[in-house]
């Protein structure tokens, strides 16, 4: 049989590479695309919102017809009526670089293409791929190469925007006539001349078309780089989904398709050549109107800015700088919005009073990708992080102390059943019941899977290394005979530790069929609860998963912890300096640069099985 190829080490070993010897270039596009970020969104929120629609409703009668207009005033003055304006501002801004970005090397890209075969044989398979692979696949090298943020939801979105525009250049260049081309020469054209003045007019309508898929490609990833702390509209509906809020996802929901559709619009009637011919106002009228547009937008932005804001020193400036705060740029990586430990996270700022610190929101991959980056350079982060996890096993880590207790005493891992399971599964509903592991027992499984193996492998050497404990699980029950179950879980290591084993044993001593659904906190206790899965290992209480228990208590059944002693609270490297989260106060104590203590190890073997203890209170 042929080994096999050992990809992920190859382009592991690449993004390793990239990372240590490109970080200064990394760091100059971040600094770039962030400027260019604030640029726009800063742009659009400086007029009152009621003045920007007044300015963008002119824009559409100028494109467009009076329907178009129409829409879109109304369509903007309901987002301000829902409370998502800045969000869709800022979202906007994001769609606006991505765009900008994907244009400028777009276009010309697609121009090389449609003068060198050679170069449109290459480039070929390389846009195939980057418009098949799944987004998803592009967040985590951007967040090791450019930390959480708008900056890699903006590179993501370039990755798998920019296609359309060099096709669609390429294919309009291809598609000019050879007689114009042939009388182009005769005229004696330069390569330039016959470019800019014959190829590229001629093109622009199928140039156009292109620009206008690369802006809706765009905006459709605005939810998924919002689970890499790309702030803006798509932030708010990934939060309504995680936390079963349905109407507030509807609402905004419709923010995007607002956007969607102005965009949309804009760009199909911006070089229509008819709309061109009717147009109401003269290119001279077009220049004075641009002008006096640009003109309120400052006059009005310099008037909110004077006037409305606050920038006396106590509304701005802090009284006093926090050593910790100043290093980590009073930032505290999160992970997706709907999870428990955000909601006490949140109150532990409120309880310690860290009104100047930002909760970034993410997901559990961004998270352990900006903690790896961090550590492999030395230099602080917190995290919000909970034990047992990997992480623990592969690096030095410490809870920061939690006087007031804003993050609760310890967890338990609960296991939960459908209402009526005992009855229609007897054997399975017992084994879920005797189900009760270690931290430790999980962390050997965890460490295997993040080395590598197949987490269906690594239940099965868990089984068999720990027989003892499987036999007392399963000891008296009668195996069945194929029967149907369905387990769900949330994707966190953890959960598909847990997950993967009791499939393993369920299917290979027990007899039953299983299938085992990764989904989100929220449909994880929904479908439990509306009775189409049969159980679930994954229900964190009290405190991670409260809202759900609270919501759903009386649907399913509580089997019981099947782990006690988890932990949840904010995560720092063992080589910074700073042991409480009073130290993140203004007057808290000063925390020593990771620097300092270069010569502390961050890591840890990953042979090393221990979870750390709570820290005292």
């Not at 979105?157 to 182009?184: C, D, H, K, W, Y």
């Not at 050549?273 to 109107?289: F, L, M």
């Not at 919000?384 to 996890?389: D, I, L, Q």
């Amino acid at each position: 049989m042929i080994p096999k190829l050992p990809i992920a080490e190859w382009i592991q070993s690449i993004v390793d590479w990239m990372g240590i010897h490109l970080a200064g270039l990394f760091n100059i596009i971040s600094s770039v695309i962030e400027a260019v970020v604030g640029f726009f969104s800063g742009l659009f929120m400086l007029p009152h919102p009621l003045v920007f629609i007044v300015i963008i409703g002119i824009i559409a009668f100028m494109i467009g017809r009076v329907q178009l207009t129409l829409f879109t005033v109304i369509g903007f003055l309901l987002i301000d009526n829902l409370g998502y304006w800045s969000e869709t501002m800022n979202t906007l801004g994001l769609v606006i670089t991505s765009a900008l970005v994907s244009i400028i090397i777009g276009i010309p890209i697609g121009i090389w293409c449609a003068y060198s075969k050679s170069a449109s044989r290459i480039i070929t398979p390389l846009l195939d791929f980057m418009q098949t692979m799944p987004a998803f696949v592009y967040l985590l090298p951007a967040v090791t190469f450019f930390s959480l943020g708008v900056v890699p939801g903006v590179i993501a979105s370039v990755i798998f925007a920019i296609p359309p525009t060099i096709r669609m250049t390429n294919l309009g260049i291809m598609q000019v006539s050879g007689e114009l081309i042939e009388a182009s020469d005769a005229f004696g054209s330069t390569s330039a001349q016959k470019l800019f003045k014959v190829q590229l007019p001629l093109a622009l309508p199928t140039l156009m078309a292109g620009i206008n898929q690369t802006i809706m490609l765009s905006l459709s990833m605005v939810v998924i780089a919002s689970m890499i702390g790309a702030e803006g509209i798509g932030a708010v509906v990934y939060r309504a989904v995680t936390q079963l809020q349905i109407g507030k996802g509807f609402e905004a929901g419709l923010a995007v398709v607002v956007l969607a559709i102005v965009l949309d619009r804009f760009t199909q009637n911006l070089f229509k050549p008819a709309k061109r011919s009717k147009s109401r106002v003269s290119g001279k009228q077009k220049v004075w109107i641009a002008s006096a547009v640009t003109a309120v937008i400052l006059i009005a932005g310099a008037s909110q800015y004077f006037i409305g804001a606050d920038h006396s020193a106590a509304g701005k400036g802090k009284a006093a700088a926090n050593p910790v705060g100043e290093e980590v740029d009073y930032k505290i990586i999160g992970i997706d919005a709907g999870a428990g430990i955000m909601k006490s996270t949140a109150k532990a700022i409120k309880d310690y009073n860290l009104s100047d610190w930002k909760l970034v929101e993410g997901s559990g991959a961004a998270m352990t990708a900006t903690l790896d980056k961090a550590i492999k350079a030395k230099k602080p982060i917190i995290i919000t992080g909970w034990t047992p996890h990997w992480m623990f096993n592969k690096y030095d880590l410490k809870y920061l102390e939690d006087p007031k207790k804003s993050y609760g005493e310890a967890e338990s891992i609960h296991t939960i059943a459908r209402k009526g399971l005992q009855k229609d599964a007897p054997v399975a509903y017992e084994f879920l019941k005797r189900f009760k592991w270690t931290p430790e027992d999980m962390g050997e499984m965890m460490v295997a899977i993040q080395a590598g193996t197949s987490p269906e492998q690594a239940a099965r050497d868990w089984a068999e290394k720990h027989a003892d404990k499987v036999q007392e699980w399963t000891q008296g029950l009668q195996p069945v005979n194929g029967d149907t179950f369905k387990l769900s879980y949330v994707a966190w290591d953890s959960e598909i530790a847990s997950t993967n084993l009791l499939k393993y044993i369920l299917e290979n001593k027990l007899g039953y069929k299983v299938t085992a659904l990764q989904v989100e906190a929220g449909p994880m206790w929904t479908g439990v609860a509306s009775g189409d899965v049969d159980a679930s290992p994954a229900a964190w209480l009290p405190l991670t998963h409260a809202d759900y228990w609270a919501k759903y208590k009386d649907k399913l059944d509580d089997l019981g912890a099947n782990m006690t002693g988890v932990k949840t609270g904010l995560v720092v490297p063992a080589y910074m300096n700073v042991k409480s989260i009073t130290d993140l106060q203004d007057n808290g104590a000063a925390a020593a640069p990771a620097s300092a203590t270069a010569g502390t190890s961050a890591r840890r073997s990953a042979t090393v099985l221990s979870v750390p203890t709570p820290a005292p209170a």
